[in-house]
């Protein structure tokens, strides 16, 4: 057997072996469609009497039903009544958006609208992924709410592991480079700048049942490019992070921590420069 050969032998193999679970656009077609549902601003339909809101929740209900039919990896997704369980949660999560997309909207001077903020904010995007990726991963449900969330990283650049505890009132401001790692906890009116990572200081497999990622407590900022590693690491309650602080250690509550530099003037002189 040739080497060509063998490889077609070998894809098709692994073609006979692959699971059933659908491909991830099918996973995002529903995502994208329950979003048009839950927020018409991103929907090419109006759904403006009460009869086709229920359908459209009925033929929405079906198709997650194919997916988690399919989904070998989720192991609650024989169950019966979970269908039902995660559209009667779509009201909470709702009322989370709502109030993301009120602090995005208070955060940020250059939102002219809340609606602004839902039809072109990359943060509203990656924050509605999550809240119902993570719920999903609540459930038991597995590699659905992961295919979600990385669509979302590839839309937006902001990438938000669906296991992340997220509080409420959650602002991302520019997004871009945002990393939030799996075990991460976020506290309530938490607002965040582009190119920030909550991430591990191990990457070591052995360690992944542990709390690896930080803790951010409630009414805290964190500035563009600031890293803050570990589980042990807690940013206390009203605390400033500024830009590119690199932090592995727990601060307390109304803190502000800054990044230093050292400049050398002609003369050899050197000035420490606090960034604020």
Same mark, same amino acid.
């Given at each position: 057997?040739?080497?060509?050969?063998?490889?077609?032998?070998?894809?098709?193999?692994?073609?006979?072996?692959?699971?059933?679970?659908?491909?991830?656009?099918?996973?995002?077609?529903?995502?994208?469609?329950?979003?048009?549902?839950?927020?018409?601003?991103?929907?090419?339909?109006?759904?403006?009497? &009460?009869?086709? *809101?229920? #359908?459209? =929740?009925?033929?929405?209900?079906? $198709?997650? /039903?194919?997916? !988690?039919?399919?989904?070998? +990896?989720?192991?609650?997704?024989? &169950?019966?009544? *979970?269908? #039902?369980? =995660?559209?009667?949660?779509?009201? $909470?999560? /709702?009322?989370? !958006?709502?109030?993301?997309? +009120?602090?995005?909207?208070?955060?940020?001077?250059?939102?002219?609208?809340?609606?602004?903020?839902?039809?072109?904010?990359?943060?509203?995007?990656?924050?509605?992924?999550?809240?119902?990726?993570?719920?999903?991963?609540?459930?038991?449900?597995?590699?659905?709410?992961?295919?979600?969330?990385?669509?979302?990283?590839?839309?937006?650049?902001?990438?938000?592991?669906?296991?992340?505890?997220?509080?409420?009132?959650?602002?991302?401001?520019?997004?871009?480079?945002?990393?939030?790692?799996?075990?991460?906890?976020?506290?309530?009116?938490?607002?965040?700048?582009?190119?920030?990572?909550?991430?591990?200081?191990?990457?070591?497999?052995?360690?992944?049942?542990?709390?690896?990622?930080?803790?951010?407590?409630?009414?805290?900022?964190?500035?563009?490019?600031?890293?803050?590693?570990?589980?042990?690491?807690?940013?206390?309650?009203?605390?400033?992070?500024?830009?590119?602080?690199?932090?592995?250690?727990?601060?307390?509550?109304?803190?502000?921590?800054?990044?230093?530099?050292?400049?050398?003037?002609?003369?050899?002189?050197?000035?420490?420069?606090?960034?604020?």
């Amino acid at each position: 057997m040739s080497d060509y050969e063998r490889f077609i032998s070998e894809l098709t193999e692994a073609h006979r072996n692959a699971t059933d679970c659908p491909p991830p656009k099918e996973i995002v077609r529903f995502f994208d469609r329950l979003l048009d549902l839950l927020f018409p601003q991103f929907s090419e339909s109006r759904f403006t009497e &009460e009869n086709t *809101v229920k #359908d459209r =929740i009925e033929v929405l209900k079906k $198709e997650l /039903r194919f997916l !988690l039919d399919k989904n070998t +990896e989720c192991m609650k997704s024989l &169950e019966d009544g *979970v269908v #039902d369980e =995660i559209f009667e949660k779509l009201p $909470e999560i /709702r009322s989370q !958006l709502l109030l993301d997309i +009120e602090a995005m909207y208070q955060g940020d001077p250059a939102a002219k609208s809340r609606e602004e903020v839902v039809r072109s904010y990359p943060g509203f995007y990656a924050i509605s992924a999550h809240r119902f990726a993570h719920y999903l991963l609540t459930l038991g449900i597995k590699l659905i709410p992961r295919i979600i969330s990385e669509n979302a990283h590839r839309r937006t650049g902001i990438d938000i592991h669906p296991g992340a505890k997220i509080g409420d009132h959650f602002c991302i401001d520019h997004g871009t480079g945002i990393v939030i790692g799996e075990t991460t906890v976020i506290g309530s009116r938490v607002k965040i700048y582009q190119g920030v990572t909550l991430g591990g200081l191990s990457v070591k497999k052995e360690d992944a049942r542990i709390k690896r990622h930080p803790t951010i407590e409630d009414n805290v900022v964190l500035y563009a490019g600031a890293t803050i590693l570990g589980g042990d690491t807690v940013i206390g309650k009203g605390s400033i992070v500024g830009g590119n602080v690199w932090l592995t250690k727990s601060v307390p509550p109304n803190s502000k921590i800054y990044y230093q530099a050292k400049m050398t003037n002609s003369k050899g002189e050197v000035d420490t420069i606090t960034f604020k």
